[in-house]
């Protein structure tokens, strides 16, 4: 009874496909067991871990020399002897199935580790999947880290697996470049690649006092902010000829604007002028008719003088006159002239800084609504400078010149002086009249015996 007990119990006497069994599962133990060493050498888990799985395994390993030892002396080789003898099968079949399921949840939390802790193949995938290429190069220029965009970068950029980071370096540099690879301007490293994709790439020298010397390269994929920036371009070409018809056309209008206004201008004031010079004539004639008191007909034949002036440009016969009526005509439009400094004497420059006045005191009543009129004058060595400007509102932004300063303009290079207007920040009349010309004529001018510091001031 106790020899049929150990034939079922005994390994070596136990059945060839009990003892198979037992042998494939040993071996899938193995193999179990050799996953888990693989894991934990990978993924550095301790040395305690590692020590223990390399012994579960050569444990694992010894039983199954001793299991294939016994099976071959069931098959009548004479040159082995049972190791087991003595051993209950049923209790080899319960360690082999523990020691499946030890392996089994060992290499499950092995993985579940890998997968919710960081280590340093952690960081290595964390580096592949970033979408711009990625470098670590020593001093020596050996890699130390470099994800898989720019490996297949450097494949393009110099037709090898990058191992050595100089020959990478140089192509950025300037060097030796592939075919189908355009550089887009040579102070920048960014590249056109064959398959439509834009890269730049720059460099960092990491700061840490334990990395000094290691270079961090970068590529970036800079495409999309490329081809919008050519859209930019394009679109900024097409606006700046579009512009420029457009200014044509501005200005073609604003020619035929310009003219328009200063004919119905000139109209203005020839049609004025003419129901000006028919009232003073026909208040002339009823003065004359009714034998009325001298002053009225002084201040008509005044204003029939000031009207001539204004047709003809001539001069009356007094200057000082002149002078005088330019005052009345301003202090009846409520403006209030002040000179400084002393007026021409020259005929042709005294009427024409007179006409200036009068033009400037109209639209600083007109368009200004001021109530003085700012004249300046200095006589330098060879050229009189005047400045007129007045206390009214600035000019609108945009104006131009009317009718009247565009008269004067003509009237003053006729006479080879030089004008200028200014509208901003305010309204600013400059003549230069120069006297190079004139002292030939006038070289006794009347003015010079005045000190030139001195100011009239109506």
């Given at each position: 009874?106790?020899?049929?007990?150990?034939?079922?119990?005994?390994?070596?006497?136990?059945?060839?496909?009990?003892?198979?069994?037992?042998?494939?599962?040993?071996?899938?133990?193995?193999?179990?067991?050799?996953?888990?060493l693989l894991i934990r050498i990978t993924c550095f888990y301790g040395k305690k871990k590692i020590i223990t799985a390399v012994t579960v395994f050569a444990v694992s390993f010894m039983l199954m020399g001793s299991l294939m030892n016994d099976h071959r002396y069931c098959h009548g080789e004479s040159a082995y002897q049972p190791m087991l003898r003595g051993c209950p099968v049923s209790v080899?079949?319960?360690?082999?199935?523990?020691?499946?399921?030890?392996?089994?949840?060992?290499?499950?939390?092995?993985?579940?580790?890998?997968?919710?802790?960081?280590?340093?193949?952690?960081?290595?995938?964390?580096?592949?999947?970033?979408?711009?290429?990625?470098?670590?190069?020593?001093?020596?220029?050996?890699?130390v880290l470099?994800?898989?965009?720019?490996?297949?970068?450097?494949?393009?950029m110099t037709g090898s697996y990058l191992q050595d980071y100089e020959v990478l370096r140089k192509v950025i540099d300037g060097g030796s470049e592939a075919k189908?690879?355009?550089?887009?301007?040579?102070?920048?490293?960014?590249?056109?690649?064959?398959?439509?994709?834009?890269?730049?790439?720059?460099?960092y020298r990491l700061q840490e006092p334990d990395?000094?010397?290691?270079?961090?390269?970068?590529?970036?994929?800079?495409?999309?902010?490329?081809?919008?920036?050519?859209?930019?371009?394009?679109?900024?070409?097409?606006?700046?000829i579009l512009n420029h018809k457009l200014e044509e056309m501005y200005e073609k209008i604003g020619d035929k604007i310009r003219d328009k206004i200063r004919?119905?201008?000139?109209?203005?004031?020839?049609?004025?002028?003419?129901?000006?010079?028919?009232?003073?004539?026909?208040?002339?004639?009823?003065?004359?008719?009714?034998?009325?008191?001298?002053?009225?007909?002084?201040k008509q034949l005044s204003a029939l003088k000031h009207l001539v002036y204004i047709l003809t440009d001539s001069s009356v016969?007094?200057?000082?006159?002149?002078?005088?009526?330019?005052?009345?005509h301003a202090e009846e439009l409520g403006i209030y002239v002040q000179i400084s400094g002393n007026l021409p004497q020259h005929p042709s420059y005294r009427l024409l800084t007179d006409r200036a006045i009068r033009e400037c005191v109209t639209n600083?009543?007109?368009?200004?609504?001021?109530?003085?009129?700012?004249?300046?004058?200095?006589?330098?060595?060879?050229?009189?400078?005047?400045?007129?400007?007045?206390?009214?509102?600035?000019?609108?932004?945009?104006?131009?010149?009317?009718?009247?300063?565009?008269?004067?303009?003509?009237?003053?290079?006729?006479?080879?002086?030089?004008?200028?207007?200014?509208?901003?920040?305010?309204?600013?009349?400059a003549l230069k009249m120069p006297l190079a010309e004139r002292m030939g004529v006038y070289g006794t001018d009347t003015d010079s015996r005045r000190s030139e510091d001195h100011a009239e001031v109506f």
């Open positions: 009874m106790q020899k049929e007990r150990r034939k079922m119990t005994d390994f070596a006497e136990c059945s060839m496909a009990m003892q198979d069994f037992l042998m494939i599962l040993l071996e899938i133990c193995l193999i179990l067991e050799l996953i888990l080899l079949m319960a360690a082999m199935v523990v020691l499946v399921f030890y392996l089994f949840r060992a290499i499950w939390r092995e993985r579940r580790r890998y997968h919710h802790s960081l280590s340093y193949w952690s960081v290595n995938e964390a580096v592949d999947d970033v979408p711009c290429g990625v470098c670590f190069s020593d001093p020596l220029g050996r890699i470099c994800n898989t965009k720019m490996q297949e970068l450097s494949r393009i189908r690879l355009r550089r887009l301007s040579s102070d920048s490293n960014v590249f056109y690649f064959p398959d439509a994709s834009v890269w730049m790439f720059q460099e990395c000094a010397g290691y270079l961090q390269t970068v590529a970036v994929n800079v495409s999309e902010i490329y081809y919008n920036g050519e859209k930019i371009r394009a679109n900024n070409e097409k606006l700046e004919e119905q201008e000139t109209l203005a004031m020839k049609m004025q002028v003419h129901d000006n010079f028919g009232r003073s004539l026909l208040s002339i004639r009823r003065i004359l008719e009714r034998k009325e008191k001298q002053d009225k007909m002084d016969e007094n200057m000082e006159e002149l002078c005088a009526d330019t005052i009345r600083c009543a007109r368009h200004a609504h001021g109530s003085t009129v700012l004249v300046k004058i200095d006589k330098g060595a060879n050229e009189y400078s005047i400045r007129i400007t007045n206390d009214g509102d600035a000019p609108e932004k945009n104006a131009e010149e009317g009718g009247g300063l565009s008269a004067l303009r003509k009237a003053a290079e006729s006479e080879k002086c030089i004008m200028q207007v200014s509208f901003s920040p305010e309204f600013c009349l």
